[in-house]
T-cell receptor, first 115, second 115 residues
Framework: AQTVTQSQPEMSVQEAETVTLSCTYDTSESDYYLFWYKQPPSRQMILVIRQEAYKQQNATENRFSVNFQKAAKSFSLKISDSQLGDAAMYFCAFGSGGSNYKLTFGKGTLLTVNP | AAGVIQSPRHLIKEKRETATLKCYPIPRHDTVYWYQQGPGQDPQFLISFYEKMQSDKGSIPDRFSAQQFSDYHSELNMSSLELGDSALYFC??????????????FGSGTQLSVL
């Protein structure tokens, strides 16, 4: 079974600055996907970024980028130029190759953005 | 663009009652997933369906059942409700035919409160 660990229950960042959220995972599979989801107070689940394990290049989506270290089983999310709207709970999630969206989530990191 | 529709948005039930949650996937999506998110918890995978057949099963109690109908909508039936069933229930859909480009879209969730 896969496990996903987010060691930072809460993080805060000043508006316009950069913050990195940590995630580690454990799996014996070689084919898998990793995700970061954002859940604002509305509780809608919003995909932030996705990384395929077979790709060495780190995924980026505008101000969001990941540092994927496959050997270390680490998948951190960097948010640049933080905005007030980035404030939310962020979940790291693992999906195995055969069933990409049977996801295992971490416990989440609550991000506060200070003006 | 059409999104995943869940109904009802909120549901209040008494202990030992029955509840039915409905999910209408994005048109042409063939796969539906159900997740349960307890208060302050990460989402837990319950069950998934592909082309109207159950494709995967997670931590779904025996008191719960689900199915996907010919029009691809899905229903989660919950019987003998317990206080611990109070949670936000997410449905999500995807088009498995997209292969590596398959993306998951979440509905807004059904908040179930068991009193």
């Amino acid at each position: 079974a896969q496990t996903v660990t987010q060691s930072q229950p809460e993080m805060s960042v000043q508006e316009a600055e950069t913050v990195t959220l940590s995630c580690t995972y454990d799996t014996s599979e070689s084919d898998y996907y990793l995700f970061w989801y954002k859940q604002p107070p509305s509780r809608q689940m919003i995909l932030v970024i996705r990384q395929e394990a077979y790709k060495q290049q780190n995924a980026t989506e505008n101000r969001f980028s990941v540092n994927f270290q496959k050997a270390a089983k680490s998948f951190s999310l960097k948010i640049s130029d933080s905005q007030l709207g980035d404030a939310a709970m962020y979940f790291c999630a693992f999906g195995s190759g055969g069933s990409n969206y049977k996801l295992t989530f971490g416990k989440g990191t609550l991000l506060t953005v200070n003006p | 663009a059409a999104g995943v529709i869940q109904s009802p948005r909120h549901l209040i039930k008494e202990k030992r009652e029955t509840a039915t949650l409905k999910c209408y996937p994005i048109p042409r999506h063939d796969t539906v997933y159900w997740y349960q998110q307890g208060p302050g918890q990460d989402p837990q995978f319950l069950i998934s369906f592909y082309e109207k057949m159950q494709s995967d099963k997670g931590s779904i109690p025996d008191r719960f059942s689900a199915q996907q109908f010919s029009d691809y909508h899905s229903e989660l039936n919950m019987s003998s409700l317990e206080l611990g069933d109070s949670a936000l229930y997410f449905c999500a859909s995807s088009d498995r035919g997209q292969g590596f480009n398959e993306k998951l879209f979440f509905g807004s969730g059904t908040q179930l409160s068991v009193l």
